[in-house]
């Protein structure tokens, strides 16, 4: 287990108050895990912005009877292949369909390639999850 360093923190009167809320709402048991919570967050953000390695998550909601849309799909898939680790396809009902692409590698390609997807007519949402391989943090 790594070595634990306690600091303080000087914080407006306020601020503290909403940050205690916000805690209370997310269901943490105290102030230290939140704070790493905000700091892992921050240092994920510049994984992204950087050249090192990320893992994520893009989601797409679309409807499957949506003519060439699934071949457009696989197609875009298919030329970001170094980028993919998983997908998953789930039916959610007769006309809607999930997709879940777990990709890891270089930010700016998973970007692209989550842009990509989204920007296909006939795909209603999408969203990427930026995350981390987890080496960076602590």
Known sequence: M????????????ELLKKFDSLL??????????????????????QEWQGDGEISGAIT???????????????DIQHH??????????????????????????DAKKAQELADTLRSIKGVKHGTLSMSSTGRNLA
């Open 2 to 13: 790594a070595k634990l360093i306690r600091f303080g923190v000087s914080l407006e009167e």
């Open 80 to 105: 970001y292949q170094k980028a993919i680790i998983s997908t998953q396809h789930i039916h959610l009902d007769h006309h809607n369909c999930l997709e879940i692409i777990a990709v890891k590698g």
């Open 24 to 45: 209370h709402r997310k269901r943490y048991t105290n102030r230290s895990e939140a704070i790493r919570d905000l700091i892992r967050e921050d240092l994920v953000r």
């Open 60 to 74: 797409l909601i679309y409807d499957h009877h949506k003519r060439e849309l699934l071949e457009k799909i696989t």
